[in-house]
């Protein structure tokens, strides 16, 4: 008993660790989630399917080995024990009980069992070769059929759980008749031995199908590989249905399925959605999950060798490759998943920024605290990769995102997985638009455009200190348009002594400041774009966009891609499972609750009657909870005494 508790203890703490931790998700997911070290460790304990692990199959094995030896062992006595009615009881041994006394008037043996019986007890009545004679009876012997219920529970909720742990699958994995495959990426590429057919007992399989195509396959993780299994039917998605909350997280999304079956042809047409599956051939059809199935995708583009602040048109589709060159370099474009609805908690602002090392941070988290889910529109992940194979993500969004009084359209980079994107933010302009900060972006590149800002911008100076002070604004400027804040701060670090760097920052942030701003509005008339009076809002944008600037001089791509339109196409995300253990699991949980009824519910209660040497002895026990007796036992006490009294008095 003790190594079964203890195995059960087990089961139920990995149960949480299965609860708690999501199963059966793609190798990217956790190693965003964990980081490549963990992600490595809870691969290695099985924790991302922990149902189907080794270890939690071989303890279910152990488990219902124990619990069958323990019925074996077990059960007889215990069905002998509620069939007997212990009428071998002796005078000392009844006497001994803790519930025993001599009655005081006399019934017959006769009398005595029949009120037995009415009291709920069955009753026998045993003549003994010493001529007395017992009457014994019983009450609630199903409590005994309370402990074989609980551990056939067990041993049957284990059986269906190693029905559907694919343990015949590890079995043909380990003996090699089953391959896994960790190259292909189409079912049509998988090599025979990682194919599974139809007749297969269990699996739990996902696939994802795009609006209008079908699928007669899913695959299934196995190892450190993928399976295709094979499917009796094939499955249409005719539409993918969505509704949402007015925060723009989903409320409900719903799949109109048309399906199939492969043998006659018959179709199936029918609406899942989440706990509302469908069940053909034994296999249940779930809505999972929703994704993009490959949207139509339009990009504003800058190639960001070349100052022009006109963008060209690039049009590409989600989840497809595309080849980029630019003048002889080649890459390639690689685009993951669009998203239409992004809801994120946009409670805490950005943190401020202020003195050109901090501004040398160029990107910053869009991090929040509180709850106040927001909508902020589509969003798109694509990479773009060298010949050399390396690649960089990025995440772009459509709409402006406001971070503390301003909006920004925002893109966040990372080199690997296990990274948090950084984020350059571009600010808008007054309408909105991003045309301002790339007029200006690509005044600062024209030096004839630049030296004009500067005289503007010195013309107030004192005339004696003029010429030298538009020569220092012209190089702060300048240097500026060549690497944005990391160049003037490389300026002050290599050519201004240590103890005066300090002191020239603020001197070159304030002098820098005051020739963008006569650059912004050299910028507005040279492009012929609407005037910006000097106010607070104008400073913000303009401080946002020395930030910016300086965040494109490091930017790590040749080209900034700013989603401008899309037509989404979604596709959805079904699982399908087969669970011929389902129904034990069903049926062992209700022999566990019967168990539990009749374990703690019902209780055994016996009774004795013993005429002998003219005296009747009666007696009563209890296999738990005798606190019971302490009122029932008196009740028949007198009851019996009370019927001797009445029998006699008619005898009378």
Not at 9 to 18: F, M, R, T, W, Y
Not at 160 to 185: E, Q, T
Not at 628 to 651: G, I
Request: hydrophobic letters at 40%.
């Amino acid at each position: 008993m003790r190594f079964a508790v203890s195995l059960l203890s087990l089961l139920g703490v990995a149960s949480i660790i299965g609860t708690v931790l999501q199963q059966n998700r793609p190798q990217a997911d956790y190693l965003v989630k964990f980081g490549p070290f963990w992600t490595q460790i809870y691969g290695f304990l099985g924790l991302f399917d922990v149902y189907a692990s080794g270890w939690f199959v071989a303890i279910m094995v152990f488990l219902v080995l124990s619990t069958g030896l323990c019925l074996i062992r077990n059960v007889p006595p215990f069905l002998h024990e509620a069939r007997s009615y212990r009428e071998h009881a002796k005078e000392k041994s009844l006497a001994a009980m803790r519930y025993s006394v001599v009655l005081d008037g006399a019934v017959s043996p006769e009398v005595a069992q029949r009120y037995l019986e009415v009291q709920g007890f069955s009753a026998k009545t045993v003549k003994r070769e010493d001529g007395s004679v017992l009457v014994a009876a019983k009450k609630g012997a199903m409590n005994k059929w309370g402990y074989i219920c609980a551990h056939a529970a067990l041993i049957v909720i284990c059986l269906g759980g190693l029905i559907d742990s694919n343990l015949l699958l590890k079995l043909g994995i380990l003996s090699g008749r089953i391959v896994p495959d960790n190259n292909a990426v189409f079912a049509k590429d998988f090599k025979p031995e990682s194919v599974l057919g139809t007749g297969n007992l269990s699996f739990r399989g996902n696939v994802n199908i795009t609006e209008g195509q079908s699928a007669d396959v899913v695959f299934l993780n196995a190892d450190k590989g993928m399976l295709v299994q094979d499917l009796p039917f094939e499955v249409k998605l005719k539409k993918f249905h969505i509704d949402f909350y007015n925060t723009g997280m989903p409320r409900d999304f719903a799949s109109d399925l048309e399906v199939t079956d492969k043998e006659t042809g018959k179709k199936t047409v029918q609406t899942i959605r989440v706990n509302h599956p469908l069940t053909l051939h034994g296999i249940t059809i779930y809505q999972a999950s929703f994704a993009d199935g490959g949207s139509d995708l339009k990009f504003k583009a800058w190639n960001l060798a070349d100052p022009s602040r006109a963008p060209v048109t690039l049009r590409a589709t989600s989840m497809r490759e595309f080849p980029l060159d630019i003048g002889k370099t080649k890459y390639r474009l690689e685009f993951d998943k669009f998203t239409a609805l992004n809801v994120e908690d946009m409670g805490r602002p950005s943190e401020k920024s202020g003195g050109v090392t901090a501004a040398i941070n160029d990107v910053r988290a869009v991090t929040q605290e509180g709850k106040r889910f927001t909508n902020i529109g589509p969003s798109v992940i694509y990479r773009v990769r060298d010949s050399a194979g390396q690649a960089v993500e990025y995440k772009n969004y459509m709409l402006p995102v406001k971070q503390e009084e301003d909006y920004f359209f925002i893109t966040g980079t990372r080199t690997g997985l296990e990274q948090q994107y950084r984020w350059l933010r571009i600010p808008v302009d007054k309408a909105g638009k991003i045309d301002t900060f790339m007029a200006l972006r690509e005044f600062l590149r024209d030096d004839a455009a630049r030296n004009k800002a500067v005289e503007e911008a010195t013309q107030g100076a004192p005339a004696e200190i003029r010429d030298q002070f538009k020569l220092a604004a012209a190089n702060t400027l300048s240097i500026f348009a060549r690497g944005g804040y990391l160049a003037l701060d490389q300026f002050v670090t290599t050519t201004i002594p240590k103890d005066q760097q300090e002191k020239m920052q603020g001197y070159f942030y304030q002098m820098l400041f005051g020739v963008m701003n006569a650059s912004l509005d050299e910028t507005l008339k040279k492009y012929k774009l609407p005037q910006w009076p000097q106010d607070e809002a104008r400073n913000r944008f303009l401080l946002n966009s020395m930030d910016a600037y300086t965040g494109l001089t490091e930017y790590p791509a040749p080209m900034l891609l700013q989603l401008d339109g899309y037509t989404e196409v979604r596709s959805s995300g079904l699982q399908m499972t087969r669970s011929p253990g389902a129904s034990l699991v069903y049926l062992g949980s209700l022999l566990l609750v019967l168990g539990t009824v009749f374990m703690f519910y019902i209780r055994e209660k016996r009774a004795w009657l013993l005429f002998s040497d003219g005296k009747i002895r009666f007696a009563m026990s209890s296999n738990r909870n005798e606190r019971d007796l302490q009122k029932e036992f008196p009740q028949h006490t007198e009851r019996l005494q009370q019927l001797a009294k009445d029998l006699n008095h008619e005898q009378k």
